[in-house]
């Protein structure tokens, strides 16, 4: 399985972003997919992921009403539109795909992407 993310960059506070993932090889439609990000010196932390069929969404409290994850599964494509960022957004944002799970991506079952970097000033 590999996972190519692009879209990151720099932007100013209050502007936008879209992040995107192409996932390729076996089954990577059958999957929840999702978003994660890590700031330095911190953990890595669940931005939002996305089901496999059903559109379920779950995103961190610091990115609801801001951010949106969406999903292409004939292109087995993730996307996060982010708007209104702000500098705490800041961060590493990793493209993930789950092993097992349908509705959630679970950080120790998912396959990892290389990471695009966000920058967001003030």
């Known amino acids: 399985v590999q996972l190519q993310a692009s879209g990151g960059g720099a932007a100013q506070a209050g502007g936008s972003l879209r992040l995107s993932c192409a996932a390729s090889g076996h089954t990577v439609s059958a999957f929840a997919m999702g978003w994660f990000r890590q700031a330095p010196g911190k953990e890595r932390e669940l931005v939002a992921t996305?089901?496999?069929?059903?559109?379920?969404?779950k995103y961190a409290d610091s990115v609801k009403g801001r951010f949106t994850i969406s999903r292409a599964s004939p292109d087995n494509a993730v996307y996060l539109q982010m708007n209104s960022l702000k500098p705490e957004d800041t961060a590493v944002y990793y493209c993930?795909?789950?092993?097992?799970?349908?509705?959630?991506?679970?950080?120790?079952?998912?396959?990892w992407g290389q990471g695009t970097l966000v920058t967001v000033s003030s």
């Open positions: 993930a795909l789950d092993r097992q799970h349908t509705i959630v991506v679970i950080p120790t079952s998912a396959y």
């Open positions: 996305i089901s496999v069929v059903g559109g379920i969404t």
